[in-house]
């Protein structure tokens, strides 16, 4: 079978999947006003990433994650685990009031930002087929140097270094276009060749130390979205390694960094690797203290969505923590557009403003909220886009602020990007976004217009001009394809005939 990269979605199915939905839901006692927000929230999602052109555009992607990872699979989860869709919330209906409404918003931007997107890719072109390996060896190359040097030299706030990391992309481009070529040079025979086995295996030793989901899950991410955007054909035994490595890392793995960012140590770094060593020795154990630390958490806090801890599902929905937020907002009142303007003001790089204030509004609403010490500035808990819109102007930011903001995103990367399935730098967005979309709140939105763009431009020239030349410092550069030449003709030998004698000079 195919990977799907699906580019539309009958909408027919989306209505009989939505009814089905909202019927298990009633019948499990949820409210009919609950389930009917559902099944719009579902039928419009549906709609909007059909307008967007589905997995063809980034902004196609956006919506998807948003809708999945946000909303959607909480609610099937609820609805598996047998439990009223609304209960464990404080402002149930309120909640999918807001859900329904910032799904207008996004199909709103989506049909404005593609009036205003340019036709052609701005980057488009940059990498083909016949540099595309050696493009890869170098990101390969340029990433694991990299890493090198950060865990070596010292790259403080305001540094060269430090503003290298922001656009540091490399190792998930190094996978995106290790597939995609060996998808194609293959015939699709294989999707993996070396230079993506490096790539996602420093990435995922990065995740492991670093104590970080996201790492953890990127090798996969870009593997899956690369072979999928090239029509990949995957056999029954790939299918079953990749279902049990999902489960491997939503049950040992997750569990893993959670428990394991309470000895996390910046500053020495293979003090930190002993650390983990001894935590992975013995995985059962790191994830039965895990469970205990979560569920002494839950009784202090109320729990989440779900009755009982699910592991990952509880990080694969934002129903539970926008709630909480949504019902902060209703009782307090909201704090107005401030946060978006510091959030624009942070794009200024430390160079240019040397004392630049650090923001972090996922540790300021977690303090709002009474979840964090006094102390504790770095600690914040992640919450969708919409909640954030409604906590800073209500209706005016789920219907003003989050769309403009949209329409910038969709507008940029599908110009620059086009078509996500002829271009690299397209997927590599559409993996970013699947972070972005469900947890990142606007501030995530507005980061990403400035320094992700940045880091996608820079990326995307060096993939097609500097990454090929510093591969040829471990590699033979590429030969050039020969051309067949035709069959030599032969001709039978023949004597020069020499002009007959005449008459001598007189």
Not at 115 to 130: E, F, P, Y
Not at 238 to 257: E, W
Request: charged content about 15%; glycine content about 8%; some cysteine.
């Amino acid at each position: 079978m195919r990977i799907p990269f699906p580019i539309h979605i009958p909408l027919w199915r989306a209505a009989v999947f939505a009814v089905s939905l909202a019927m298990i839901q009633m019948y499990q006692g949820t409210s009919p006003t609950f389930a009917l927000y559902s099944f719009l929230f579902v039928l419009l999602s549906v709609v909007t990433f059909n307008a967007a052109g589905g997995f063809s555009s980034t902004s196609g992607s956006y919506v998807f994650f948003f809708s999945v990872l946000a909303v959607i699979l909480g609610l099937c989860w609820k609805a598996v685990l047998g439990e009223r869709a609304d209960s464990n919330l404080l402002q149930p209906n309120l909640t999918m009031q807001i859900y329904v409404g910032m799904m207008l918003s996004m199909w709103l931007a989506v049909v404005i930002s593609k009036k205003l997107t340019t036709r052609r890719a701005l980057l488009g072109g940059l990498v083909n087929d016949s540099n595309m390996h050696s493009a890869t060896v170098g990101c390969v190359v340029a990433g694991l140097v990299l890493i090198v040097i950060f865990s070596t030299a010292d790259h403080a706030e305001g540094s060269a270094l430090s503003a290298i990391a922001q656009i540091n992309r490399f190792l998930p481009m190094a996978i995106i276009l290790g597939v995609i070529y060996e998808v194609r040079s293959t015939g699709g025979r294989r999707s993996v060749n070396l230079p993506v086995i490096i790539a996602g295996g420093v990435t995922m030793i990065l995740g492991l130390v670093g104590y970080s989901k996201e790492f953890i899950f990127t090798p996969l991410a870009c593997w899956l979205i690369a072979a999928a955007s090239q029509g990949y054909r995957i056999t029954r035994l790939q299918l079953c390694g990749v279902l049990l490595a999902i489960y491997f890392m939503a049950h040992y793995l997750v569990p893993y960094t959670q428990y394991g960012r309470n000895f996390r140590v910046d500053e020495d770094f293979w003090g930190g690797v002993s650390i983990s060593i001894d935590l992975l020795s013995d995985l059962e154990d790191t994830r039965t203290k895990y469970l205990k630390i979560a569920a002494d958490n839950e009784e202090e806090r109320g729990g989440g969505y779900f009755s009982k801890s699910q592991g990952l599902m509880d990080r694969l929905q934002m129903i539970a923590p926008d709630d909480e937020l949504h019902d902060l907002t209703e009782r307090r009142g909201p704090m107005g557009p401030f946060p978006l303007i510091l959030d624009f003001e942070n794009l200024v790089p430390h160079a240019l403003w040397p004392g630049k204030p650090a923001v972090n509004f996922g540790n300021f609403y977690s303090h709002q909220l009474g979840h964090l010490a006094d102390d504790d500035v770095t600690t914040g808990i992640s919450f969708s886009p919409a909640a954030e819109a409604y906590h800073l102007s209500k209706w005016v930011g789920v219907f003003v602020w989050a769309p403009l903001l949209w329409i910038m995103l969709f507008v940029l990367f599908d110009s620059l990007c086009g078509d996500p399935r002829n271009s690299p730098w397209g997927l590599l967005i559409c993996s970013y976004y699947a972070h972005l979309a469900p947890e990142k709140m606007l501030g995530g939105i507005i980061y990403t217009l400035g320094y992700l763009t940045f880091g996608i431009v820079f990326a995307a020239f060096s993939a097609a001009y500097l990454m090929p030349l510093l591969a040829t410092l471990v590699k033979a550069p590429d030969r050039a394809p020969l051309r067949p030449i035709g069959p030599a003709r032969s001709f039978a030998s023949r004597a020069r005939s020499l002009p007959a004698p005449g008459p001598g000079p007189l």
